[in-house]
């Protein structure tokens, strides 16, 4: 069972939003603190070889069972509560 809730996607291999080329993207050198924070938070720079076209790319996409896990999460999260609520009713 896979418990992810996003995985890697890797625009490399997809096509280009300017001229719908595929395999043609090329990770961007990011450059100064704007490019920097936009790689913290999975937007990376990629440029196209065959129009020239540079831009960012969101470098994650949700899993496959993405809802299954959030539903599991939620599940594991209520059960630790109510267990950690009986315990204090019960001992304090
Ligand atoms: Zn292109």
Wanted: net charge positive; glycine share 4%; proline share 2%.
């Amino acid at each position: 069972m896979e418990f992810r809730l996003l995985k890697r996607y890797r625009p490399e291999f997809s096509k280009c939003v300017n001229c719908g080329a595929t395999g043609t993207l090329k990770k961007y050198r990011s450059r100064g603190l704007k490019d920097k924070i936009a790689k913290m938070l999975f937007f990376k720079l990629f440029f196209c070889k065959n129009c020239q076209w540079k831009g960012r790319y969101f470098t994650l996409k949700p899993a496959k069972h993405w809802f299954r896990a959030i539903l599991l999460y939620i599940i594991i999260v209520c059960s630790t509560a109510l267990i950690i609520y009986y315990y204090l009713e019960k001992f304090i």
